[in-house]
């Protein structure tokens, strides 16, 4: 066994990261080939990843015109913690106002970390006025799980990982 497959997430473990988060690094593809890279609170609909932005902003002219992205979900401090999840996929558009409302709910959700967020409601349609949303589909999935390393059994000297 090499040492990715003993660092892997399963699935249970990647949707309870994926659920217990708040912000993911996201990467879209500049004109000239370049990584854009920033950082985002999301949402979950249906188990995927979302989020929203303003459909002028650099992401959203990234994605209309590639719309493949990368999602890095990531957590701890010290190596022996460190866990995440990195989430390849296709950004899904959402122009309509109730589907883009309810991305923006989700995401606000997370971000104020209130389980109520329809007091906000109002804010919340009228900031979305001019933001569009994006559902990842995702086309592939990498997790690590460093933690797993110290419960690994301890490979023989002259063994290679």
């Known amino acids: 066994m090499n040492q990715r497959s003993q ?14 988060a708040r912000k993911l690094q ?18 979950l609909v249906d188990g995927k990843i979302a989020f929203w932005t ?6 959203a002219r990234n994605i209309e015109r590639d719309s493949r992205i990368t999602c890095l979900i990531e957590d701890g401090d010290e190596y022996s913690e460190l866990r995440g999840i990195m989430l390849y996929g296709v950004a899904k558009r959402v122009d309509d106002p ?12 997370r971000m104020t970390r209130m389980d ?10 009228q900031t979305g ?3 569009v949303g994006y559902v990842v589909e995702p086309t592939r999935v ?6 797993k ?10 063994e290679s990982l």
């Not at 690994?152 to 002259?158: E, H, K, L």
């Open 149 to 158: 390393l110290a419960a690994a059994p301890r490979q023989r000297s002259g």
């Open 98 to 109: 109730a589907g883009v409302l309810g991305i923006g709910m989700e995401v606000t959700r």
């Open 7 to 20: 660092i892997a997430m399963s699935e249970e473990e990647i949707a309870k990261l994926l659920d217990g």
């Open 129 to 131: 006025r001019k933001r």
């Open 142 to 147: 990498v997790s690590w799980d460093h933690s």
């Open 116 to 125: 109520d967020v329809e007091p906000l409601r109002e804010y919340v349609e």
């Open 54 to 59: 303003y459909g002028k902003a650099q992401k």
């Open 26 to 43: 996201l990467g879209t593809i500049n004109p000239d080939g370049t990584p854009h890279m920033v950082t985002m609170f999301y949402g």
